[in-house]
């Protein structure tokens, strides 16, 4: 009946009724009560049956559920018993193996050891398709770093298989060199977002077939084999879209960003919350709206946020915008104190002197920043430590290239401008891009995360509601959401 419900929920697109079910899914969850692994593994099939269906929308019930998979069960008591099925696994339970371990990678690690020990024990020399594929998708990496005895023992005990394919060896061959890669990174910093978005994109386009076509080590480098700064250029805070959310009513709306990806700290959220209740100006009232945002801070351990930041989105906003950001104002577990706010350096741009809203969004410019990471200690390179960011403009000859603003990592750009990159302290992932303009006197800045990108209207430019003249003055910092610790 509940599957039933969800689907026609999702198939009708009735709001209510999917709130109903996510409230009702809670109400299961929080029934589980002690070590039930098979009250546990039903809602967990159930989610999963649901996540299917839909992905976008019901992620955060796959969410909801791993949650509690790790509070009552324990990640590796519930991996314990759901390998003992292993060789009959789908893919995607193989890929749901690998969601739940998260950077926990030892422990299925450990479950490999004992399937593979159990096949060398039958005497078949071959791995299996779900042995490869987990093998492949799993970061071995982080499996060198926490326990590098248990990672020379799972690639022993690989080698002394007898009777194993030329492919089952050049796989494994290959999977050693690109774990084994020198990194500039430790696990703690990989970034889980970017992973759940592969896991989640392979769920939600695999077949339920079990051995699915494995990725071979002898493949061209991945994002995985790269040092972080080069795995995304991406400025993290640009160019999304609210039309997804902002016809939900406020708790769905809470539910899904929550369980949005690319929602990963409390500066995006609130831009997000900020486009919505534009969306809803009637909306004026904010019933535990503070603590439900409180309490996702410390379930996705999100730091605070700058009062200087929101304060100014309250200028030329409705109303409401502006009597619920003022709320903040005064909450001291959202709003960043001044020596935790002192260890999120915001850069200026420092070349172009001066920038308009034509050179950002009209013309391809390379914003120079000067910025010496605490960690990079007496560097001795030649020019100035900082980053550059470069925007591209679409052109009559490519017609479907979108306007972008990216971190350029290209060597030339640094020696033209004699800069340098520490890409092992500077990631684009951390960065969260500053627009500012002046209110009267007053410089504002200019909340247009989830404003989609700029166009050209006349002599005036408009990134979502926001309009500006072509020629006006516009200034731009980089705001690190990470601390930096000197």
């Not at 390998?83 to 749901?96: A, H, I, P, S």
């Amino acid at each position: 009946m509940f599957r039933d419900l969800n689907k026609m929920a999702l198939v009708f697109e009735v709001q209510w009724l999917l709130s109903k079910c996510t409230e009702f899914f809670r109400e299961m969850l929080s029934a589980i009560d002690g070590e039930d692994y098979a009250a546990m593994l039903n809602l967990f099939e159930e989610a999963l049956y649901i996540f299917k269906e839909n992905p976008k929308s019901r992620i955060h019930l796959m969410d909801l559920t791993i949650e509690k998979i790790q509070e009552v069960n324990g990640t590796d008591t519930f991996l314990s018993n759901y390998f003992e099925d292993f060789k009959n696994f789908t893919q995607q339970q193989v890929d749901f193996v690998v969601w739940i371990a998260g950077n926990e990678v030892e422990i299925i690690v450990q479950h490999l050891l004992t399937e593979i020990a159990s096949h060398i024990d039958d005497k078949v020399g071959l791995l299996t398709d779900n042995m490869k594929y987990l093998l492949s998708n799993t970061d071995l990496s982080i499996c060198r770093v926490n326990d590098r005895a248990l990672y020379e023992t799972l690639f022993d005990t690989l080698q002394s298989m007898e009777n194993t394919s030329k492919e089952d060896m050049k796989l494994v061959f290959g999977l050693y060199r690109k774990s084994s890669m020198e990194r500039k990174r430790g696990s703690n910093s990989l970034d889980e977002n970017s992973k759940r978005k592969k896991i989640m994109s392979r769920i939600s386009e695999s077949s339920d077939e079990a051995g699915a076509d494995v990725t071979t080590g002898d493949s061209d480098p991945t994002e995985d084999d790269l040092p972080v700064a080069l795995i995304s250029t991406k400025i993290p805070n640009l160019f999304y879209k609210c039309e997804d959310f902002e016809h939900l009513w406020i708790q769905e709306f809470f539910d899904q960003l929550a369980g949005n990806h690319d929602v990963h700290n409390l500066f995006i959220f609130a831009e997000a919350l900020y486009a919505w209740m534009d969306f809803h100006p009637r909306i004026v009232h904010f019933p535990n709206w503070v603590n439900q945002i409180v309490r996702l801070m410390t379930d996705l351990d999100w730091g605070g946020i700058p009062i200087s930041l929101i304060s100014t989105w309250k200028f030329g906003s409705k109303q409401n915008i502006k009597s619920f950001f003022g709320m903040w104002e005064t909450c001291n577990e959202i709003v960043a104190s001044n020596n935790e706010f002192a260890s999120w350096p915001v850069v200026p741009c420092y070349a172009p002197a001066t920038i308009t809203w034509q050179q950002l969004c009209g013309t391809e410019t390379k914003f120079r920043f000067k910025f010496k990471h605490p960690a990079s200690g007496d560097c001795r390179k030649s020019g100035n430590c900082g980053f550059i960011l470069k925007s591209t403009v679409p052109n009559p000859d490519s017609p479907d290239l979108l306007y972008n603003i990216e971190l350029s990592t290209d060597p030339a750009d640094y020696k033209k401008y004699r800069l340098h990159l520490h890409d092992d302290l500077v990631c684009a992932k951390n960065m969260y891009f500053v627009l500012e303009r002046m209110y009267g006197d007053v410089p504002c800045c200019i909340p247009i995360s989830w404003c989609g990108r700029p166009s050209l209207k006349g002599k005036y430019w408009t990134w979502g509601k926001f309009k500006f003249a072509n020629e006006s003055p516009v200034k731009i910092s980089v705001l690190f959401t990470t601390k930096i610790i000197k």
